[in-house]
Antibody
Framework: EVQLVESGGGLVQPGGSLRLSCAAS????????MDWVRQAPGKGLEWVGR??????????EYAASVKGRFTISRDDSKNSLYLQMNSLKTEDTAVYYC???????????????WGQGTLVTVSS | DIQMTQSPSSLSASVGDRVTITCRAS??????LNWYQQKPGKAPKLLIY???SLQSGVPSRFSGSGSGTDFTLTISSLQPEDFATYYC??????????FGQGTRLEIK
């Protein structure tokens, strides 16, 4: 079974840092791009960023709202994805999901599956 | 950046109804359009990819169509488990995960 499990969420003060993890199983993790998507309480889905695979030099991309503050990394030997969040703001409060990027043709990409999510609350 | 606009934002319908949700892109995205279903407290689930391809395991009452800027998700006969929020998402260009604002489907 293809599965993604996030961990590391919690309460952090504004300006603080937090590192989320996503453990993958049931598929060849190293082959896939992996993304983070977040959802603020009662709001819609917001893409956070992407890490590509080794064949694409592990390049990363970020949403403008987190660029320079968040860093995505991966450890293919551990089938794990990470999101390092620094300089956190109250507006970063959200459930954070990791998602596998599926589909092999350029542009024909979609998120499947998603993890169950981990809640990050930024508050003093 | 490409903007995705869904309509309606909310919808009330009855079991057995045929329902259509529309998603419009601010520029042409060919058929690089995906649909997700999200139930309260749960992660989103892929329904349709590449505008019209049904994800494995998704009931055939769900269908997608469209290309360019205008897309639709249709549920041919609503079932109780279909009441949820639906999101479209473009994969044409970065930011890759641009989603529509969501359509909340409620029981009438």
């Amino acid at each position: 079974e293809v599965q993604l499990v996030e961990s590391g969420g919690g309460l952090v003060q504004p300006g603080g840092s937090l590192r989320l993890s996503c453990a993958a199983s049931g598929f060849t993790f190293s082959d896939h791009y992996m993304d983070w998507v977040r959802q603020a309480p009662g709001k819609g889905l917001e893409w956070v960023g992407r890490t590509r695979n080794k064949a694409n030099s592990y390049t990363t991309e970020y949403a403008a709202s987190v660029k320079g503050r968040f860093t995505i990394s991966r450890d293919d030997s551990k089938n794990s994805l990470y999101l390092q969040m620094n300089s956190l703001k109250t507006e970063d409060t959200a459930v954070y999901y990791c998602a596998r990027v599926a589909g092999e043709l350029p542009g024909y990409n979609w998120f499947d599956p998603w993890g169950q999510g981990t809640l990050v609350t930024v508050s003093s | 950046d490409i903007q995705m606009t869904q309509s309606p934002s909310s919808l009330s319908a009855s079991v057995g109804d045929r329902v259509t949700i529309t998603c419009r892109a601010s520029q042409s995205i060919s058929s690089y359009l995906n649909w997700y279903q999200q139930k309260p407290g749960k992660a989103p689930k892929l329904l349709i990819y590449a505008a019209s391809s049904l994800q494995s395991g998704v009931p055939s009452r769900f269908s997608g169509s469209g290309s360019g800027t205008d897309f639709t998700l249709t549920i041919s006969s609503l079932q109780p488990e279909d009441f949820a929020t639906y999101y479209c998402q473009q994969s044409y260009s970065t930011p890759w995960g641009t989603f529509g604002q969501g359509t909340r489907l409620e029981i009438k």
